[in-house]
């Protein structure tokens, strides 16, 4: 009959054991977790764009989409924080951005270097606009002198252009006034938005701000 250890041997053995079963747990979590990011890269990798491109891509003869901003608005640069890029001018008027927008840092000045109508346009908001579809543009707007009457349109494209606007009149002060107009179109076109104000005193200017179209 073999002889017992002595008491003291026997724990130290037994916390040696105890020590090397935890390293050896530790070892196991490290390398599952391991196996676990692994895994998730792998999937990332699989649904990655790059992966369904030539599901994903226009077939021979199809348009691209018209591109759009934040919320599904394709008007460019619709809230002029910087500048006025993709706008046209109308009448004879200096164009820029200044502060302060109606819930931002700038919006769109059109001054008027003589008395008469100004305003700011930007064509292909929606291209080949379909038949049918229905639309709505809003926009902010003010003006240095009070009592302007400003026009919100939807307008096509060719000869005779279909149309559909909405007015409204400029109050004193730095109070915006929104503008909303529908429009349903009756025959495939490129749908621009117009924003206009008749009669502008000479040095005196149009605010326009976060103009938006939607389809609806």
Known sequence: MRPSPPRHLAQRRSRLDLARNRHLVLQSSSLLAVVLLVTVILANLSGSPGSGAASE??????????????????????????????????????????????????????????????????????????AGRRYVAKAWVRSTA????????????????????????????????SLIVGHTVTGRTDLGVEITADGVPAGDALLVDEVTVRQG
Do not use: H, Y
């Open 57 to 130: 891509g226009l077939s021979a003869g199809t348009e691209p989409p018209a591109a759009t901003t934040g919320s599904g608005n394709p008007v460019r640069n619709w809230s002029f924080e910087q500048d006025l890029n993709g706008w046209e001018v109308i009448g004879k008027a200096d164009d820029d951005a200044v502060p302060q927008g109606r819930t931002s840092g700038a919006c769109a000045s059109v001054r008027a270097r003589q008395p008469g109508r100004v305003g700011l346009l930007q064509t292909g908001v929606v291209p080949g606009a379909e």
């Open 146 to 177: 009070p009592g302007l009457k400003v026009t919100l349109r939807l307008v096509g494209t060719g000869a005779k252009p279909e149309s559909s606007q909405a007015t409204t009149t400029t109050v004193p002060g730095l109070a915006w006034r």
